[in-house]
């Protein structure tokens, strides 16, 4: 059994910080949070929405940085901008030196997700994944490079980097390795149907290039739907939660005992994790327990919580709500007193009113 305590104390945290809210900085709002951390460096990413929060129309990926902890911002800085396209879902990493490469992918701007997912969009519209780079944490992003022939196959449609961080693997065989978790369907799906799966992409060069790892894809007959997903260190394995687009929603789990070349079994259903279909994020701590952020009301996208797994993400304790109130997307980063960056969806009367920093201190290192 675990207690609901994960090691932090969100009580005596200082209040949140405001990065990003809907209306400012000429955008109609912001979604899909994306944290790293680097040394003391923090870095903020986030989609920037021009004319509405939808998922479709001309979207830019924005990033704001703190070289203090988090204590102070820098101002919003356009790392990806194109009048023609959608781009989003960030997953950024930094790497052994201190640069920091970030996954995107992008889709024309009036393309929705439904027709991605149909045959018969042109090829410069569909969803296409890309990597930038920057040589340090407060240095600029390179042009995007794309990477889409070398992790999407042709008979894919939808297609979804992260989104929130990657993983670089420290320790065992695949030392130096980068993975990052993404979804994606099939253009042969019956029509109507929510038919995605969940697949990580792999760096052996610092994010240089790519190539596709394990893979769980549709069709499936457990009546399961993996989706977008996040992916943690585990002792020598990899831990895999990803959103379950069936009914019932709630969390489905992977492992990986090869450094995420395979899964060891495809996604089961997490029972003792009851949550809306929603993005979530997962971070190993230095004790080697897991850290699980997502909304824990089943019914709405409300109470960002945490949960925490001492055996891998193979059982998970009860919910620890830090955000009450309406919360959504969120993205966790693990500070260097083994305390919590949290930057999360959330407002007043609707999740999406802005994106804000917290921070939580340890409140000790037992479970």
Not at 224 to 241: C, D, I, K, Q, R
Not at 279 to 296: F, I, M, N, S, Y
Request: proline letters at 9%.
């Amino acid at each position: 059994m675990h207690p609901p305590s994960f090691g932090v104390d969100a009580g005596t945290g200082p209040g949140a910080t405001t990065l990003f809210a809907a209306g400012t900085h000429g955008y109609a709002g912001f979604r899909i949070p994306a944290l790293l951390r680097v040394g003391r460096h923090v870095l903020a990413f986030c989609e920037g929405r021009t004319t509405s929060l939808s998922d479709t129309g001309e979207i830019r990926l924005v990033l704001r940085r703190s070289a203090d902890d988090g204590r102070t911002w820098g101002p919003l800085e356009v790392v990806a901008a194109e009048q023609t396209r959608t781009i989003g879902n960030p997953v950024p990493f930094a790497t052994a030196d201190g640069a920091v490469v970030l996954l995107t992918t992008t889709n024309g701007a009036t393309r929705s997700e439904s027709e991605l997912k149909r045959p018969g969009v042109p090829a410069e519209e569909r969803r296409r994944v890309w990597v930038q780079r920057a040589d340090s944490p407060d240095a600029p992003f390179s042009a995007p490079l794309e990477i889409t022939a070398d992790v999407k196959p042709d008979d894919w449609g939808w297609y979804a980097t992260g989104p929130s961080g990657g993983v670089r693997l420290t320790d065992g065989p695949f030392a130096g390795r980068l993975v990052a978790a993404c979804a994606h369907s099939r253009l042969d799906a019956p029509p109507g149907t929510r038919a995605y799966g969940t697949h990580l992409v792999l760096s052996d060069d610092d994010g240089r290039t790519w190539r596709r790892g394990a893979t769980d894809s549709p069709p499936r007959h457990d009546g399961l739907n993996p989706n977008e997903a996040t992916v943690a260190p585990s002792g020598g394995s990899l831990y895999v939660n990803a959103r379950n687009e069936s009914e019932g929603g709630g969390r489905l789990g992977a492992w990986s005992d090869d450094g995420g070349e395979t899964f060891r079994a495809p996604f089961r259903r997490h029972d003792d994790i009851a949550s809306p279909a929603v993005q979530g994020h997962v971070v190993a701590r230095e004790d080697g327990d897991l850290v699980l952020g997502l909304p824990a009301d089943p019914g709405a996208r409300r109470d960002l919580a945490l949960r925490r797994s001492s055996d891998g993400g193979g059982t998970w304790g009860a919910p620890d709500v830090v955000v009450p109130g309406p919360a959504a997307y969120s993205s966790l980063g693990v500070r260097p007193d083994g305390g919590l960056d949290i930057l999360v969806e959330r407002g007043e009367s609707s999740p999406y009113e802005q994106i804000a920093h917290l921070t939580l201190p340890t409140r000790g290192t037992t479970p």
